[in-house]
Structures are given as structure tokens and as C-alpha cells.
């Protein structure tokens, strides 16, 4: 189970990880076979599904999304917590949208699936 603690240190690391661009520290947190689905996806990749599987592909997608928002800033505004999962409820300073991200996190504590979800 997942201590508040542990879901408020992976909130922290992964919106400074996104805040300065690092897509290897972003990537960090992930499986190598993890799944996201994401609205932005479809918008992005032109995938129908809004679905991607393993971090080659969704590396490509966050290479051009980063490209897209050069400037691209999270605030952090709430991490909820599940036995195996974390929300995070943030707010994308560049687009002024609120969002918020689930991630079901493994037994190696890597997520091995997210889904993205934006208002």
C-alpha cells in the first residue's frame, strides 16, 4: 500500500521532472511496457484510440508535446491517494487547464499504466 508520504515525494519529483524538461527523469517513473491513454494523444499522434503501450511510443508522444508547449509549467494543486494508485491534480500554467493524471503503480513501484484527464 502506498503511504502518503511516497505519493507526495513521486507527485513532487514528477511535475519538477516536467517542469524542466527532463525526459529521462520523466521516464523514470514507468515500466517499460506501461500503457496511457490520454485525449491529447489523439490530438498529438494521431492515434484514434487515444492509447500508446511502452516508452518508445510515449516517449515520441511527450518529445512532440514538449516541443509543442517550449514552456511548458505544472503547478501542483492536490495528490490523492488509492491502495495502488495516485492522483495528481495539477495545474498546466502554459495552457491556464486544470488536469489531473491517475497512476496505478506496481509492485516495483513503476506505473505501469496512466490516464490522463483534462478539463
Excluded at 507526495?8 to 511496457?33: G, P, Q, T, V
Excluded at 491529447?40 to 484514434?48: C, F, L, T, Y
Excluded at 491556464?96 to 513501484?109: L, Y
Aim: charged letters at 25%; glycine letters at 4%.
Amino acid at each position: 500500500m502506498l503511504t502518503k508520504e511516497r505519493a507526495m515525494e513521486f507527485a513532487k519529483e514528477w511535475i519538477d521532472a516536467w517542469n524542466n524538461h527532463d525526459l529521462n527523469r520523466i521516464l523514470s517513473h514507468y515500466s517499460d511496457d506501461f500503457e496511457m491513454a490520454s485525449p491529447r494523444i489523439v490530438q498529438v499522434m494521431n492515434e484514434p484510440t487515444g492509447k500508446l503501450k511502452g516508452k518508445n511510443d510515449v516517449c515520441k508522444y511527450w518529445e512532440k508535446s514538449l516541443i509543442q508547449s517550449p514552456n511548458l509549467r505544472f503547478e501542483l494543486i492536490e495528490v490523492l491517494i488509492g491502495a495502488d494508485s495516485i492522483v495528481i491534480y495539477y495545474h498546466n500554467v502554459t495552457r491556464n487547464k486544470k488536469a489531473a493524471e491517475v497512476f496505478i503503480i506496481g509492485p516495483d513501484s513503476q506505473v505501469f499504466k496512466s490516464m490522463a484527464h483534462y478539463n
